[in-house]
C-alpha cells in the first residue's frame, strides 16, 4: 500500500474488478474516477472469461501485463509491485463484493466498491472488522450522496432549518423489470433476478438501499423499527421487485420508503422529501439541479444548483446541468481528499453498508413475519 509521501504529485493508481465490455456501471465509475483527473485506471480483472477480460482491457489501454483472469492473483500481484495500485473498484454482482474486497483488503489496498456491501450483514461486518484493523479507507458509491442539492439539503437539515423533524418520506420508482427480461437476454437484469448472485434482495437491494440511505443521510436519523412487505408481482420471478415499508426514526419521526421496478412508466423517479416544525425539503433525482424550501406559513422557496449557499460540489456555472455521472464523481472525489489525507466526511463508507445490510435483513425479517414491527440490528 502507498505512503503518503508523494501524493499530492501523482493520480492514485486504480484497479478494477468486473466492468468489461457491456457493463453499464463499469464505465459510470470510469467515467466519474476520470472526471477531477485524479485517478489513472492500471490495471483490472474485468471479466471472469479471459479471453473477455483481456479484450475489455485492451480496449481501456490496460498494459496486458496488468490484465488479469482473477482477482485473487491481480490483488497479490499488485500489491507486490512498486507502482501497485492504490485501490480498487469493484464493479460486479452482489455476491462477489465481500470476498473481492476481502482479497484487496488483505493486500493493503484501499477498496472503492459499489452497493450493497454485501449479501448478508453478518459477512459485512466481518469485512467492516478487516478494513478497521488495517486502517484502510472504504467508499460505499451511494451515487446520488454526491449531487450538490442532496448536500445543500443535508447540510440545510443538520443546521436546523427545518427545526425537529418529523416525516421522511422516500421512494424510489423504475419501470425496467415490469415485464421478464431476465429470461429475454438481459444480463443486468439476469444477475439482478438471481438469488446466487444477487442475494435473497431484489429491488430492495438494488434500489431499496439507495432510497433508505439518501433518506438517512439527508436527515441524519436512524430507522430504530419498521414493518416491511416485499412482493414479486411478475410471475415466475423470485426475488422481489416491490417493496414498501414503514419506518420509526429516533427521536419520533416517522416516516415511509417504498421501492419498485414494476412501476410502468417510471424511469429513474428516486424521491425525498423531509418534513419539520419549521420548514420541508423537497428533492427529485431527475430534477437535480433544484431543491424546493417551504417554510411552515411561508412561500416555497426553489433553491438551484450554483445559487444556493452550500455547493462545494459544484463544477460548472448554474445553468450547466451537472448530473449523474457528475454525482458519481463526487464520491471518487471525496475519496481523492481523504487518499491524500484531507478531511473528507460527506464520503459514504463502511457505516453506510453495514446500516444497508441491517435495513435489508430488517424488511426480510418484518415481511416473513406479515410486515410485523421488527428492530434494526446493528
Not at 19 to 34: N, T
Not at 36 to 54: C, K, N, P, Y
Not at 231 to 253: E, I, N
Request: with cysteine; aromatic share 8%.
Amino acid at each position: 500500500m502507498s505512503t503518503n509521501d508523494g501524493r499530492a504529485a501523482r493520480r492514485i493508481r486504480l484497479g478494477m474488478v468486473g466492468g468489461g465490455d457491456g457493463s453499464f456501471i463499469g464505465a459510470a465509475h470510469r467515467i466519474a474516477a476520470r472526471l477531477d483527473d485524479q485517478f489513472e485506471l492500471v490495471a483490472g480483472a474485468l471479466s471472469s472469461t479471459a479471453e473477455r477480460a483481456h479484450a475489455s482491457a485492451a480496449r481501456l489501454h490496460i498494459a496486458p501485463e496488468r490484465s488479469y483472469a482473477d482477482y485473487t492473483a491481480m490483488a497479490q500481484a499488485e500489491a507486490r509491485r512498486e507502482d501497485g495500485i492504490d485501490a480498487v473498484a469493484i464493479v460486479t454482482p452482489n455476491h462477489l463484493h465481500v470476498p473481492v474486497a476481502r482479497a484487496f483488503v488483505e493486500q493493503g489496498i484501499h477498496v472503492i466498491c459499489d452497493k450493497p456491501l454485501a449479501t448478508s450483514l453478518v459477512e459485512a461486518q466481518a469485512l467492516a472488522q478487516s478494513v478497521r484493523e488495517r486502517g484502510l479507507l472504504f467508499l460505499l458509491t451511494h451515487t446520488y450522496a454526491g449531487y450538490p442539492m442532496v448536500r445543500q439539503a443535508r447540510e440545510m437539515v443538520a443546521a436546523g432549518e427545518l427545526g425537529e423533524l418529523r416525516i421522511v418520506q422516500v421512494e424510489y420508482a423504475q419501470d425496467w423489470l415490469g415485464e421478464p427480461v431476465e429470461h429475454q437476454g438481459n444480463k443486468q437484469a439476469e444477475w439482478r433476478a438471481d438469488p446466487s448472485r444477487a442475494g435473497p434482495a431484489g429491488a430492495l437491494g438494488d434500489i431499496g438501499t439507495h432510497a433508505y440511505q439518501l433518506a438517512r443521510y439527508v436527515s441524519g436519523l436512524n430507522v430504530q423499527e419498521l414493518s416491511a412487505e416485499l412482493t414479486s408481482f411478475v410471475p415466475g420471478r423470485t426475488l422481489d421487485d416491490h417493496v414498501q415499508t414503514m419506518l420509526r426514526f429516533d427521536g419520533g419521526a416517522r416516516g415511509m420508503l417504498w421501492a419498485s421496478q414494476v412501476a410502468s412508466g417510471a424511469c429513474n423517479a428516486l424521491r425525498l422529501r423531509v418534513y419539520g416544525t419549521r420548514a420541508s425539503l423537497h428533492f427529485d433525482q431527475e430534477q437535480p439541479e433544484f431543491l424546493n424550501f417551504a417554510p411552515l406559513g411561508g412561500p416555497v422557496r426553489q433553491l438551484r444548483r450554483g445559487m444556493a449557499p452550500q455547493i462545494a460540489a459544484n463544477r460548472i456555472p448554474a445553468g450547466h446541468p451537472e448530473g449523474y455521472f457528475e454525482a458519481f464523481a463526487e464520491l471518487y472525489r471525496d475519496f481523492a481528499r481523504a487518499w491524500r489525507g484531507e478531511a473528507s466526511t460527506n464520503m459514504p463508507g463502511l457505516l453506510d453498508g453495514l446500516d444497508g445490510m441491517a435495513f435489508i435483513e430488517a424488511v426480510l425479517n418484518s415481511h416473513q413475519q406479515n410486515a410485523r414491527w421488527v428492530r434494526l440490528e446493528r
